[in-house]
């Protein structure tokens, strides 16, 4: 029955179905089609369940997709619209997004793995073929005809200002979009000097390179560094063992000196969105990047976009407990941190009370690779205290894959080899067979590549926001404040 009068007057014996089975009034069809969300996903008897879904479903899930398609969500998941600008700039992620992962196509092949219209992406193509972000030419013949023109993302069109400050060292690099390093400079910092100063070494590297390369085309900039750190607001919190910073208001101070947009990340975060684009998360959605150096963090992949938490604050996993009753105070207020004996100063202060002398880190990697069975015991017990945390990451997450950085990681086996036979011993059920446990490819520098890849993922988000507003016609000249 409920059929046979779906054909006759569809919405109203919906509106029907709804209100005698759930109480409220339902009049309009934005109110139909929300109460059936609520219906069909609750869990009501399966006659109401069944009858609402022959009935309603076809109805709801047209009137839902012909609503999705105009309609995203802002950050805080709530529905807001989508007006032409915001379509136009969706089309241009999407294509540009393509161009940049498989390089060498045709205009139809785009066609056939955007699902647009040939004459949107040939609009789109001409816009990012002008803007220089975008190149053509023409491909190799397969028989007989025209050879087709192919299209490929042109990383030299923009650059990006990538900074890596840490405890030790700031260094700063002018990126193309493919990664490429055009010029970079380092200064040492000082852990324990006023912030101003050290800060003032940023500035003074950024200018440094601006001045030398007059004329380029800059998008952005990225900042990344350890500790706590508010991407949301561009705000670095606090950094363990770098007791002057306090709320540095790092954006801010970017941006009013040399007007790109910036990005502020925790470098965990950062280098596993570098992992995402250039290394061993290319062809993973969903994989965890443990940074194991002074300090411990991670960096988070769901759905191949990274997860950044409240403020941005996720993946502190260096300040999980492992000794929540006897362990040593952190800066951070918990106590037994796990970065506070598996970091890199609780390694080499530990190695060395082993060994009788104080050793370098270097030294610690030469007689572990010799195998001095003092120091491989040091390490043993270290690689098992991060596999305890591991444990909690994989039966929490169930990532397809870990990925290990950061010096600790580089001392290999020793360290790995512990940590692994603990989470094969206790993650949950066989959890941890299905996890892809490996150490990143990338080089040292993977900080700074991580800054630049937290700026090049936004640009390829909106494409034609950067392009058509004031930042994409940076040039390094309007970053002097001359
Ligand atoms: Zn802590």
Sequence with gaps: ?????????????????????????????????????????????????????????????????????????????????????????????????????????????????????????????????????????????????????????NGRSRYIVAIDFSWAHVRVALMDLGGGILDHTERIVDAHGPIKTEFEKVLESVQELLNRHRGIRIIGTGFSAPGLINSEAGVVISVPNFPSIRNLQVRQLLQSRFGFPTFVANDANAEAVAEKFFGQGRDTSDFVLVHLGYGIGAGIIVGGHLYTGNFGVSGEIGHTSVDRRHGKWCDCGNRGCLELYAGLRAIIEDCSAQAGRQLSFAEIEDLASQGDAGILAVLKEKGELVGYIMVNLVNTLAPQRIIFTGQVAALGAPILEPMKRVMAQRCFYHVADEVSVTVSSLSVNSSLLGAMTVVLDVFLESPYDFLTSRAGRHSAAAGTGA
Excluded: W
């Design 1 to 153: 029955m409920l059929l046979i009068a779906y054909r006759v007057d569809r919405f109203k014996l919906d509106c029907m179905a709804i209100q005698s089975v759930y109480k409220p009034r339902v009049d309009s069809r934005e109110q139909l089609v929300d109460r059936a969300d609520g219906c069909v996903a609750s869990s009501g008897p399966l006659r109401i369940r069944r009858a609402l879904y022959t009935g309603i479903c076809g109805n709801y899930e047209a009137e839902r997709s012909t609503r999705e398609r105009h309609m995203t969500r802002n950050r805080s998941g709530r529905r807001v619209g989508k007006n032409q600008t915001s379509i136009k700039s969706e089309n241009t992620s999407t294509i540009l997004r393509t161009i940049y992962e498989t390089s060498d196509l045709s205009r139809a092949d785009l066609v056939r793995l955007t699902g647009l219209t040939a004459p949107t992406i040939s609009r789109i193509v001409s816009f990012l073929v002008e803007q220089g972000v975008v190149t053509e030419s023409p491909g190799t013949s397969s028989g007989v005809g025209r050879k087709p023109v192919v299209l490929r993302f």
